[in-house]
C-alpha cells in the first residue's frame, strides 16, 4: 500500500485526509440512534413532547451534515484515487517503453494487458472502497459496542456473541473459497485466451476445416468455467444461508433478552430501540470479514503484479550520456559474443561496416543473422568483446541517438491499425503527403494507386486486408522516410518477387540521400550485389568477400549459389 500512495508524493496527504474525512462522516451515523433513543425516552418517560420538534430539526441537519459531507469526500477520494491509478499505469507504460527484450520473452502480452486493465482496476477500488468500508466498519462497531456497554454490558455481550459465531463462519469461508475464485479465474483466462487464439488464427482453423474441434473445444472449457462458478455459488449459497441464520439468532435474542429487561425495567424503550438499531452494527464486521479478506487478497496480487512491472529494470544498461551526432562513422565488432540461456549465439565476431556502403550478412536459420541487428539497435549487449562507433564504445552513447538515425525494417513487417499515411509518416514530422506517396514509390507500394482512398486507407489490426510483400514494401516505405544514416533491412524480401526485389534494390542504391545499408538475407539474389558479404554458420563468420570473390573461393557461399541459381 505504501508504494501505491508514494507513487506521486503529492497526493499522499490530501488521499490520507479524504479518507479520515470520510470515515468520520461514515461512522457519526451511529449518533442517529442515540438521539431517537433520548427522544423516545423523553416523550414515554418524562411527556416532555416539546423536544419532539427540537431533536427532529437536530436529526435532519444532522442527517444533511452526513450525506453532503460523505458524498463531498467520497467525490474527492474518488477523484484522488483514479489520479493515482492513472499515475500508476503511466508509470507502467513508460517503464513497458524502456525494458529491453529480455523482459517480453519471460512475460507474455496477456499478463502485461492484465496488468495494465484487470490489476490497476482491484488496485483502484481498493483504493476508493476497501479501505474505507474496513476502516469505517470497524469505527462503527467500536464506537456502538462501547455505547452499549455503558447501557447493559451483559446484554451487550450475549448480543455479540452471533456476531462471533458469523466471524468464525467468515474466516472458514475465505479460506475455503479464495483457491476456488483463483480456480475460477484461471478457467476464465483459459476461455479468454481460446478465444483470442480463435480470432487471431481464424484462417488457419478454416483453412485445416477444424471448425467444429475448436467448438467442441470451447464447449469443454465454457463447462468445467460453468462447472466451477456453480461449485462456488454453492459455497456462496451455504455461507449465506449461515449468515442469515446468525441475523435471525441475534433478532431472537434481541427479542428474548431484551424483552425480558424491559419488563424488568432493566431497560428504557428508548434504550431497547438503540440496541435493536445497533444490531447490524454489531454483527456487521463479522459478516463483512470473508468479502473483506477475499477483497485484500485479490489486491495483494494484482498489487505485487503491477509493482513487479513498475519496479522491473531493464537487462541492459544502455544509459550513456554522448550524444551522437552521425552514425555515418566506422562501426567495428571486435570479439563479439553473445549467449543466451547457456546457448552461444554468436563466437568471435569480427568485421567493420564504413559509412556508406552496402554490408550483408547471410545464412541459415538460427546462424545468428537477426542478433546482429538487435546488436546494432542496442536490444542485445555482447556478452564479451565490444561494438565501437567512430571509435568509441557504443554503450557510452545515447541509445536514442543511436536508433533515430537507423531505418529498421522487419522481417514480420508490423504495421498499426491507422491510415496509410500515418502509417509511412510514424518516425518522421511534418511528412506531406506527397513525400508520403514519393517513399510509397520508391518502395515499390503501387498498390496505394488503386485504393480509393489512397493514402487515406485505414488498414486493419497489424496490417489485416494486406499481403505479406504488401506489408513489407509499406514498411520500408516507413523506413525510407526518416532518412536514416543505417538502413536496416532483416530479410525483407522474402515474400517479394524477382521482379519486385529487383526493382526495391535499384531503389535502395540511388536514394536521394547518403545511406549505410546493412543487409540481413537468405536469398543470394538479396545480397549478391553488396559491397561487403559475411556468410555465417552457428553464430560465426565462416566467409567473407565480394559475390564474385566468394563464388571463387567455392565454399559455403557458392553451394548455396547453386542451389539456388534455378530462383535468380
Request: charged content about 20%; some cysteine.
Amino acid at each position: 500500500m505504501k508504494w501505491i500512495i508514494n507513487i506521486d508524493k503529492k497526493y499522499k496527504i490530501p488521499y490520507i485526509l479524504s479518507n479520515i474525512f470520510l470515515i468520520f462522516f461514515d461512522s457519526i451515523g451511529f449518533i442517529s440512534p442515540i438521539l431517537m433513543g433520548y427522544l423516545v425516552d423523553a416523550v414515554t418517560i418524562h411527556q416532555n413532547y416539546d423536544m419532539i420538534l427540537t431533536i427532529t430539526i437536530v436529526l435532519l441537519l444532522f442527517s444533511c451534515v452526513k450525506v453532503m459531507g460523505s458524498y463531498i469526500c467520497y467525490i474527492k477520494l474518488a477523484d484522488i484515487s483514479q489520479k493515482i491509478t492513472s499515475e500508476i499505469k503511466k508509470k507502467c507504460y513508460q517503464n513497458v517503453n524502456i525494458l529491453d527484450h529480455y523482459f517480453f520473452e519471460r512475460n507474455d502480452k496477456g499478463e502485461l494487458m492484465t496488468n495494465f486493465t484487470s490489476d490497476i482496476g482491484k488496485i483502484r477500488h481498493h483504493l476508493t472502497s476497501t479501505i474505507k468500508t474496513i476502516m469505517a466498519t470497524l469505527v462503527i462497531f467500536i464506537c456502538s459496542f462501547c455505547y452499549l456497554l455503558t447501557i447493559h454490558a451483559p446484554f451487550t455481550f450475549v448480543l455479540l456473541t452471533p456476531g462471533i459465531l458469523c466471524g468464525i463462519s467468515s474466516y472458514h469461508f475465505a479460506k475455503k473459497v479464495r483457491p476456488k475464485y483463483s480456480h475460477l479465474r484461471d478457467l476464465s483466462a483459459s476461455v479468454n485466451d481460446l478465444i483470442s487464439d480463435n480470432i487471431e488464427a481464424n484462417k488457419v482453423v478454416k483453412t485445416f476445416a477444424i471448425e467444429n474441434l475448436e467448438i467442441q473445444q470451447m464447449k469443454k472449457r465454457k463447462q468445467k468455467y460453468v462447472d466451477s462458478d456453480i461449485e462456488v455459488g454453492k459455497i456462496e449459497n451455504r455461507f449465506f444461508a449461515k449468515i442469515d441464520l446468525y441475523s435471525y439468532l441475534m433478532s431472537a435474542i434481541f427479542l428474548i433478552f431484551g424483552g425480558y429487561l424491559f419488563i424488568q425495567e432493566n431497560l428504557t424503550m428508548g434504550e431497547l430501540l438503540i440496541f435493536n438499531s445497533y444490531l447490524y452494527n454489531l454483527r456487521s464486521p463479522f459478516i463483512r470479514l470473508g468479502s473483506m479478506m477475499n477483497r485484500i487478497q485479490r489486491y495483494l496480487v494484482a498489487s505485487s503484479r503491477v509493482k513487479k512491472l513498475v519496479d522491473a529494470t531493464p537487462k541492459i544498461s544502455l544509459d550513456g550520456k554522448i550524444p551522437l551526432p552521425s552514425l555515418l562513422v566506422p562501426i567495428e565488432f571486435k570479439d563479439v559474443r553473445i549467449v543466451f540461456d547457456d546457448h552461444v549465439v554468436l563466437e568471435g565476431l569480427n568485421f567493420t561496416i564504413h559509412p556508406y556502403e552496402t554490408v550483408a550478412f547471410i545464412g541459415s536459420t538460427g546462424s545468428g543473422k537477426s542478433s546482429i541487428v538487435n546488436l546494432l539497435l542496442g536490444f542485445l549487449t555482447p556478452e564479451s568483446g565490444e561494438i565501437l562507433m567512430d571509435g568509441r564504445n557504443y554503450l557510452d552513447y545515447k541509445i536514442k541517438d543511436i536508433r533515430e538515425k537507423i531505418g529498421y525494417v522487419t522481417q514480420n513487417a508490423f504495421l498499426f491499425s491507422d491510415t496509410i499515411y500515418n502509417n509511412i509518416g510514424y518516425g518522421t514530422k511534418n511528412l506531406t503527403k506527397e513525400e508520403a506517396q514519393k517513399y510509397a514509390s520508391l518502395a515499390c507500394c503501387h498498390y496505394i494507386d488503386k485504393l480509393d482512398k489512397g493514402l487515406d486507407t485505414i488498414i486493419g489490426e497489424k496490417g489485416v486486408g494486406l499481403s505479406g510483400g504488401e506489408k513489407q514494401r509499406l514498411s520500408l516505405a516507413r523506413a525510407l522516410a526518416v532518412h536514416p544514416d543505417i538502413l536496416l533491412l532483416d530479410d525483407i524480401t522474402s515474400a517479394l518477387d524477382i521482379e519486385t526485389e529487383e526493382k526495391i534494390n535499384e531503389s535502395i542504391n540511388h536514394l536521394e540521400y547518403q545511406s549505410t545499408k546493412v543487409i540481413i538475407a537468405s536469398k543470394i539474389v538479396s545480397v549478391m550485389h553488396a559491397d561487403k558479404i559475411y556468410c555465417l554458420n552457428q553464430g560465426k563468420i565462416i566467409e567473407s568477400g565480394t559475390h564474385e570473390e566468394l563464388l571463387k573461393q567455392k565454399g559455403y557461399y557458392y553451394e548455396l549459389y547453386n542451389i539456388q541459381k534455378g530462383e535468380m
